[in-house]
């Protein structure tokens, strides 16, 4: 039992120590009252939202009479986009008992206000649901380029961690937050996400062991497997922008696996090396962790996952919590949400948090 747990600690003490080496400096918890976002920006085309509208809800006739809905600011860091925009559903109270809360993630370019339908089934159900907005997006976007530019900044000055990093910081700071709440209770905290977000619950719940139950959608994959096996394209294509700003200034005629080294390397130092699945998927364990792909995902090739879903069972075996790891790939489906994640993940977190 020592040695998982050791590891675990090893992990999450060194991811910590490369989080904070690009933080600005350290302000108090703060969560400050907003107002509703009437416009959100979306960075590319508006995703369907007909997958998350399937998840399973209370037949309540006159739910958003019955919802309570918090706009919140909590700051995390000095630094301007140390400001987390917070989007909170939850049933008024009839009591005081303390209730399972979630963190939903959206994907890339779109924003939480995209995650309202999602929040408000959770919500119907007696869960505190909290949806927010990554870095560079949402009300964290000052224009419609805003992750792009963030991202190309990175790689260039390499003095922020844009893709993933800093929104892992932001959710360890909002557990935080939300272990203090009244009406939640601190030991039953779940983490979701789609695509971007998916990798987001993936690394917020390796860092932070307050996220007792994670569900990533679409978004566990191999970093260096990849990079190995020249699978890397799915993903590269997807920040194309970046890679190719990175292929100029290497010289290179086309992107290749040293550019998509380098480039992870500069904005997530450890991505593709000691923070990669094969290590931090198996410091979860032992708490409940879901893992929904597609069997035909470019982005996150079924190959790159062999070696770390091996180390995940061998952990939760380790840890008496063999039933508590499951992954499923969904055949014919490539990088989309889909009715089915949305129901499977719902039953999880009923299973584990209710």
Request: charged share 25%; with cysteine.
């Amino acid at each position: 039992m020592e040695a998982p747990i050791t590891g675990a600690e090893q992990f999450r003490s060194e991811f910590l120590r490369v989080l904070l080496s690009r933080r600005s400096s350290q302000v108090p918890l703060l969560a400050e009252s907003s107002k509703p976002v009437e416009n959100p920006v979306y960075q590319a085309d508006v995703p369907s939202t007909q997958a998350i509208e399937s998840c399973p809800r209370e037949d309540i006739g006159n739910l958003n009479e019955m919802l309570k809905e918090e706009n919140l600011h909590l700051h995390t860091e000095a630094a301007e986009q140390g400001r987390l925009p917070l989007l909170i559903l939850s049933l008024k109270k009839k009591s005081e008992e303390r209730r399972p809360a979630i963190v939903f993630m959206h994907g890339t370019n779109s924003n939480k206000e995209w995650l309202r339908p999602w929040l408000e089934a959770y919500a119907s159900r007696g869960y505190v649901a909290i949806g927010l907005d990554s870095r560079y997006h949402g009300e964290r976007a000052n224009c419609k380029t805003a992750y792009r530019d963030a991202l190309i900044s990175s790689w260039k000055n390499g003095n922020t961690m844009p893709f993933i990093f800093d929104t892992v910081w932001d959710l360890i700071k909002l557990a935080e937050y939300l272990t203090q709440r009244e009406d939640i209770d601190p030991k039953r905290i779940g983490i979701t996400g789609i695509s971007l977000g998916g990798m987001h619950a993936w690394f917020a719940a390796a860092a932070d062991t307050r996220y007792s139950v994670v569900v990533p959608l679409i978004g566990v994959q191999g970093f260096r497997w990849a990079i190995d096996n020249d699978e890397w394209e799915g993903r590269v294509n997807s920040l194309k922008p970046l890679f190719e700003e990175a292929r100029i200034d290497l010289g290179k005629n086309k992107i290749d696996k040293e550019v998509v080294e380098k480039v992870w390397n500069r904005i997530a130092p450890g991505l593709a090396s000691q923070f990669d699945s094969p290590y931090s998927l198996p410091v979860i364990a032992p708490r409940p962790l879901y893992i929904l792909n597609g069997a035909k995902d470019p982005r996150n090739p079924l190959g790159g996952l062999v070696v770390p879903l091996k180390r995940a069972k061998k952990a939760f075996k380790k840890t008496a919590s063999h039933g508590n790891f499951k992954f499923v790939a969904e055949e014919g489906v490539g990088h989309e949400l889909t009715s089915f994640m949305i129901k499977e993940s719902s039953d999880w977190f009923d299973k584990f948090l209710k």
